[in-house]
């Protein structure tokens, strides 16, 4: 592995988001870092799968797709869902970006700490955000009739809920979802992000897409390259009334979807009970990943419904820290939230993955949280995670809650001589 600083340092330079894991392997040298940091489900593809993939592999890459109706055409009668109800597009990024283009004319409301394209593809056009704070007392949790309030203070024209929540994995009832999409009828659009609810089990019917079709300004937004854990190939779509899902159909750019993304879908029918498994295994791991993590000392794990598990770290711990010792060291990648607005750096979302990986990184973090003595990961002065987002604004409200705040505990810890043996790292 090549040495600790070279690659933590992409940490630095790439601080609007984590690395690509492609970055890090080639950093690393080598095979990449366990990875808890993109969620993805590692149950699917099955390995048949990924092997027919491989032998097709010239041929996806020598041809040109068809086009993105054909595919899309397949994925609804897979999916059992009328044809004009949905657009696809690469990555369900590619469909934020859209929504906010055409669908959104001055204000976006959304929960945060969220997915941060959510806030910052708005602002990157000049619109108006308004950030409802997910209060850390509640466990994050979301309260959908305070949350209609703040809208109707703010005036906001659009709202967005992400159902479950990333990166905590809150979640709310569809019985919930549906009175907030009554409670907001008059609104310009309120999109839906699904994007993990298949990896909920809280109910057997948990979807708003069937009601989406039917009501004038609602779209469910999912992503594909969650569900089957393929996020390299870019694939997603969106579900809402034939005018609204054609509107955005009609701005997507010709050839938007890849081959590989076309194989994929046509290779769907045929796996359905696969994937179905992987969900199941997906569920099961969230337990007992969830068990082995709350057993660890001061560390608290919010329930999620999603393939991650957001946890907030032990008292005057340093997630940035964590972070680059569990790579550099154990080589385990995780996703570290200081950049995110309303999480910090003492919260750490991890994805779900099969037990022997989970029981690397409890060991992993029982060395790097408790061996040092207390204050083990507890920062440098001036090591606070530096978010850039490319936007002015966006840098300076982050600016503002992150990064100087860590700066201030690494100095009350060491003046009160806390830092056990010494090392404060
Ligand atoms: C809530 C949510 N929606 C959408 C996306 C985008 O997914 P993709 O563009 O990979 O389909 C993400 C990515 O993490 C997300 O967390």
């Keep these: 592995m090549a040495p600790a600083g070279n690659v933590t340092s992409l940490f630095r330079t790439t601080a609007a988001h984590t690395p690509s894991y492609a970055a890090l392997t080639r950093e690393s040298e080598g095979d990449g870092p366990t990875d808890f940091c993109i969620p993805c489900n590692p149950y699917f593809p099955s390995p048949a799968m990924f092997d027919e993939l491989s032998v097709r592999l010239r041929e996806i890459l020598t041809y040109y797709p068809s086009s993105a109706d054909t595919i899309t055409a397949e994925l609804c009668a897979v999916l059992g869902l009328p044809a004009q109800c949905l657009a696809m597009g690469n990555g369900s990024t590619e469909l934020i970006t859209w929504i906010d283009h055409l669908l959104v004319r001055e204000s976006l409301a959304v929960p945060v700490p969220t997915f941060g394209r959510w806030t910052d593809q708005p602002m990157e056009t000049g619109k108006r955000v308004d950030m409802f704070p997910l209060p850390e007392a509640d466990g994050f949790a979301l309260d959908p009739a305070a949350y209609v309030q703040f809208i109707r203070t703010r005036g906001s024209r659009v709202a967005v809920l992400c159902n479950p929540n990333n990166p905590d ?159 550099t060291e154990h080589r385990i990648l995780v996703r570290e939230c200081g950049n995110k607005i309303g999480s910090s750096s003492r919260f750490l979302r991890l994805v779900v993955r099969p037990q022997p990986d989970v029981l690397r990184l409890v060991a992993g973090l029982e060395q790097v949280l408790y061996e040092g003595g207390r204050g083990a990961a507890v920062p440098e002065p001036g090591q606070g995670a530096r978010y850039s987002s490319g936007t002015a604004a966006v840098d300076r409200l982050v600016g503002s809650t992150n990064g100087a705040g860590l700066v201030g505990l690494a100095a009350q810890i060491r003046s009160a001589g806390l830092a056990g043996r010494g090392e404060v790292r």
């Design 169 to 327: 994995g809150g979640y709310q009832p569809r019985r919930a979802v549906l009175s907030l999409l009554d409670a907001l009828q008059d609104l310009d659009l309120v999109v839906v992000d699904e994007s993990f609810l298949e990896f909920s089990d809280a109910e057997t019917e948990p979807s708003v897409v069937q009601d989406a079709m039917l009501r004038p300004n609602v779209i469910v937004l999912r992503s594909l390259g969650k569900n089957f854990g393929l996020h390299g190939v870019r694939f997603g779509y969106l579900v809402a009334n034939p005018a609204l899902a054609g509107k955005v159909r009609a701005a997507l750019p010709k050839w938007n979807l890849n081959s590989f993304a076309e194989t994929v879908v046509f290779m769907l029918k045929e796996h359905g009970r696969e994937y179905a498994e992987s969900l199941h295994l997906v569920r099961r791991d969230r337990i007992e990943m969830s068990r082995l993590l709350s057993a660890l000392p001061g560390l608290t794990v919010y329930p999620s419904q999603g393939n991650f598990l957001f946890v907030r770290l032990p008292v005057g711990t340093d997630g940035t820290t964590v972070r680059d010792r569990l790579l």
